[in-house]
Each structure stands twice: as C-alpha cells, then as structure tokens.
C-alpha cells in the first residue's frame, strides 16, 4: 500500500517540488522582504538618504557579442557555457532633505535561475512545446546552470549550530 501511496504522490508533485516552491517564494516574496526590513539606505552624504522599493528578477537573457540581447533557455545555456540567470531590478527613490525625489529603476545584481521555477521560460511549457524548444521534456528542474554547469542546493540536518559546512570538490 505505502508503495503505491508514494507512486501516485510521485506523479502528481515532482521530486524537487520542495525546491521550486521554495525558490518561487523566495523570488516573489522573499527578496521584497528584505528589501522591506532594511527599508533604506543612509550613505555619509549630510540630508540624503535612499529608500528601496519594489523588487523583481527578470527572466534568463543573454547579451551576444553584436550587443543584441534574447531570451535564452536553460539547454542553450548548458550547450554554450553560461550562467542562466536574471537580472534583479529595484526600485529607489532618493530623498533629499526630506524630500523625496523621483524614483527610479536601478539594476543591482544578477540572480541564477533554477529551471522549472516561474521565473524559468520553461515554467508552464507543453511537453511538445518543449522538445520544439529542445529542452528534455522529462527534466524536473530544481537546479541551476553556473558556467554551464548544473548545481543543486542540497538540504542538510544537521545537530552544529552556528557552523557554516562547506566541501571543497577535487579538480582533476
């Protein structure tokens, strides 16, 4: 019985659902968050303070040599040795003697993307729409593409607390 209880759990929810559901709420929610609790920025300049606003990562986009830029998706960035990843944009909006100024849209950083998540191309894709795209069909997603290189961010439990656990992978 538990064996066709976790085949049909399978079938309706992928394996790396825990992942993608958590990446989706980080990339909704989480990121805004943080922006939220720090509320501003208060460099050594006398009278001017900057507060942060809405937040949001674009979707993957690659920059060709001609300076043309396109979407990309993750199988091209796996053939081509690239980092799939958006760019994340912020809202900012100077104030200046306590007055507020215009805002404006400020680019801060570059986040990777993991495949399947909604700020993925492939997110809600048909299985024919995406072999013509010529992604595999049966990837579940959940990692991301560095240097065309796919990277999974694994979960531990472990009992140390406050100790940062990091493996060193031998080259060669």
């Not at 300076?67 to 104030?95: D, F, H, V």
């Not at 992604?135 to 593409?145: A, F, Q, S, V």
């Amino acid at each position: 019985m538990s064996e066709e209880v976790l085949e049909l759990y399978l079938t309706e929810n992928k394996i790396v659902k825990q992942h993608l559901d958590s990446y989706n709420r980080f990339i909704e929610h989480g990121i805004q968050e943080i922006l939220d609790a720090v509320k501003g920025i208060e460099p050594n300049i006398p009278n001017y303070k900057l507060k942060l606003g809405k937040v949001w990562v674009d979707k993957p986009q690659i920059i060709e040599a001609d300076s043309a830029t396109s979407a990309i998706l993750p199988m091209e960035a796996k053939l081509r040795n690239l980092t799939y990843s958006g760019k994340i944009y912020a809202e900012i909006t100077p104030i200046i003697n306590d007055i507020e100024r215009k805002t404006a849209v400020a680019y801060i950083g570059d986040m990777p993307i993991m495949v399947r998540s909604k700020a993925c191309y492939t997110d809600g894709m048909s299985r024919s729409e995406l072999i013509k795209a010529g992604e595999d069909p049966n990837d579940p997603g959940g990692y991301m593409i560095i240097n065309g290189t796919e990277r999974v961010l694994v979960g531990i439990e472990d009992l140390a607390d406050n100790r940062i656990m990091v493996n060193r992978e031998k080259k060669g």
